[in-house]
């Protein structure tokens, strides 16, 4: 069980940057998946950035149109992922939302998301 609070969203220029912040908080095991999705007006959801751990090895994805511009790391003490997005383009306006998995106290697996945060970028 892990609860998510997203912040960091709002208006931006073209070529600005914002950083988001996905703090969770709860008791849990393990973090698997860490990731970032967004869903912009009359679009579907899309992923934006990922990492999955298996073992001691951590692998990140990144879509083709956020690639070179956008990061995703974590700080694991705080249980909070970031999403550093640089370059900033107006097609990147979209509500982002972060989710995590992995495995609870009980060893039950969990996925949480956030309540979405809205990124506007004005050319």
């Known amino acids: 069980q892990l609860q998510l609070v997203e912040s960091g969203g709002g208006f931006v220029q073209a070529g600005g940057s914002l950083r988001l912040s996905c703090e969770g908080s709860?008791?849990?095991?393990?973090?698997?998946?860490m990731g970032w999705y967004r869903q912009a007006p009359g679009k579907q959801r899309e992923l934006v950035a990922r990492?999955?751990?298996?073992?001691?090895?951590?692998?990140?994805n990144y879509a083709d149109s956020v690639k070179g511009r956008f990061t995703i790391s974590r700080d694991s003490a705080k249980k909070t992922v970031y999403l550093q997005m640089n370059s900033l383009k107006v097609e990147d306006t979209a509500i982002y939302y972060c989710?995590?998995?992995?495995?609870?106290?009980?060893?039950?697996?969990?996925?949480?998301w956030g309540q979405g945060t809205q990124i506007t970028v004005s050319s």
């Open positions: 989710t995590v998995g992995g495995i609870a106290n009980g060893g039950r697996a969990f996925a949480s």
């Open positions: 709860g008791s849990i095991v393990r973090i698997n998946y």
């Open positions: 990492t999955i751990t298996v073992g001691s090895t951590d692998s990140e």
